[in-house]
């Protein structure tokens, strides 16, 4: 902050005398030099300025000199001043300058205050940026601590990746079945078994082909892949259509616990691009011939589409006949077997597999 020295510091003034005379005759002036004020000591000033930080200002007011002249006061924060004694002081230690004989005070006034606004903005503004700078220290501080934890966080995260939208989900049946969750995947869904194959040519779909279980680096369990072509019976639809269907499949490593998911996707039928019948089975076993079997499915919409109400609810009314179907061929299938000894008779493929999956990944 600059200002004329009007008041609190004495102006230092260049007076000029004719009295003496140089070489030749010439008249050479004489300089008096005034004693500076308290403030030109002070800040070591020249001896017509005066400079007060920003950061010394407690506060700005307006005053009168004199009774007639208008002024500014300018006090300083407790323990400002430097050296020396300002010629104002006050009672609670601050100290004071008063300016006065200026052309305009109050638009000096207003001047002076918006700058001690801006400048004490601009010390909130670095005070946040200096904690904002720690907090970020820190926290890469903190995150380089956790990077390892993040990294095997990660890994598993991404071996567990839900397989099916469990928010699309509803519940669609639930009974008991005369198996064991064992017993029911090896029987029903096995690399050996032929209850797929069977059930499809019941229905009179076509071309199926189905893959060979296998581990997947972002589920946890085993996987694997079928394609047909299904019959359709809704009037919207055409005869049939080419359907692909992902399976998921986990026991737990007691095997009394198998959860099979399937995400089927219908490819000709309207709006086929635009949704998926997620479903997902959990069969539980309560005894060693009997299981629970809880059944939920649901339509998980990819894009939107015009008729999304009716879609869904149509998806959803087919596949609980389906799972019917599927209940009741799976009663025939396991009656067509000669005994339980047959169904477990000797470690099929699919066990083989089971056996590995659980020897390096434990459920």
Known sequence: MRGSNAYAGATARQKTSADKQGPGNVQVPTVVHQKPGPLQTMFDLPADEVIIPFEDVDEIRRSQHAAINPSITIILRVGAGGHGVPPLASHDGRVRYKFASFWNRNHTYKILKRSAENFR??????????????????????????????????????KCEPFVKDEVLVDIYNDVFPCTAEQFFNTFLGDNSNYTNEYR?????????????????????????????????????PPDTAVTEWQHVVLSAAKTVLVFETVQQAHDVPFGSHFEVHCRWR????????????????????????MQSKVKAGAVDEYKKEVKSMI????????????????????????????????????
Not at 329 to 349: F, N, R
Request: charged fraction near 25%; hydrophobic fraction near 40%; charge should be positive.
């Open 283 to 306: 069969v539980e076993t309560n005894s060693m011939s009997s299981s629970s079997i809880d059944v939920k499915a649901g339509a998980h919409f990819k894009k939107w589409c015009v």
């Open 121 to 158: 903005a601009m010390l909130e503004a670095e005070k946040k940026a200096t904690a904002l700078s720690a907090l970020r220290s820190s926290s890469i501080r903190a995150g380089q601590e956790r990077a390892k934890a993040l990294e095997e966080s990660i890994r598993k995260i991404d």
């Open 328 to 363: 009741e061929a799976a009663c025939s299938y396991l009656k067509s077997k000669t005994s339980v000894d047959e169904i477990d008779k000797g470690p099929t493929s699919s066990s083989s597999v089971w056996l590995l999956y659980l020897t390096l990944i434990p459920v």
């Open 201 to 237: 040519s019941a229905r009179k779909d076509s071309n199926l082909a189905v893959g060979q279980w296998h581990a997947a680096n972002e589920y946890e369990g085993l996987v694997r892949e079928l394609t047909f072509r299904s019959v359709c019976k809704s009037p919207m639809c």
